[in-house]
């Protein structure tokens, strides 16, 4: 199994309030990739943090292989909520791919 986990900042001009509406289309659109994509096992977003936090969200997914991953990565259904949603409002982004 390969775990797939990012780390996401969100833009500064972003308000609470849209921050709050961004985090939860990023988890709908994300967690919403369930059933969709080949080889996916799990997707969690995980969008409450802790003051201590210094980013403001998270995905938590695992895949069957490394290929589902690759798969993944350039899946339409994937590609749509990444354009539409995360990349527009994301500053950072930092991954960690490893198999579990």
């Given at each position: 199994?390969v775990?797939h986990?990012?780390?996401w900042?969100?833009?500064?001009?972003?308000?609470?309030?849209?921050?709050?509406?961004?985090?939860?289309?990023i988890?709908?659109?994300?967690?919403?990739?369930?059933?969709?994509?080949?080889?996916l096992?799990?997707?969690?977003?995980?969008?409450?943090?802790?003051?201590?936090?210094?980013?403001?969200?998270?995905?938590d997914?695992?895949?069957?292989?490394?290929?589902?991953?690759?798969?993944?990565?350039v899946?339409?259904?994937h590609?749509?909520?990444?354009?539409?949603?995360v990349?527009?409002?994301?500053?950072?982004?930092?991954?960690?791919?490893?198999?579990?």
């Amino acid at each position: 199994m390969v775990k797939h986990i990012i780390l996401w900042q969100l833009k500064d001009e972003l308000s609470a309030d849209d921050k709050i509406k961004v985090k939860a289309d990023i988890k709908a659109g994300l967690e919403g990739l369930a059933g969709q994509i080949p080889g996916l096992i799990e997707i969690k977003v995980q969008t409450e943090c802790l003051e201590s936090s210094n980013a403001d969200l998270m995905l938590d997914s695992s895949f069957e292989d490394e290929d589902s991953l690759k798969g993944y990565a350039v899946h339409p259904a994937h590609v749509a909520v990444a354009d539409g949603v995360v990349r527009p409002n994301a500053k950072t982004r930092v991954c960690i791919d490893y198999v579990q």
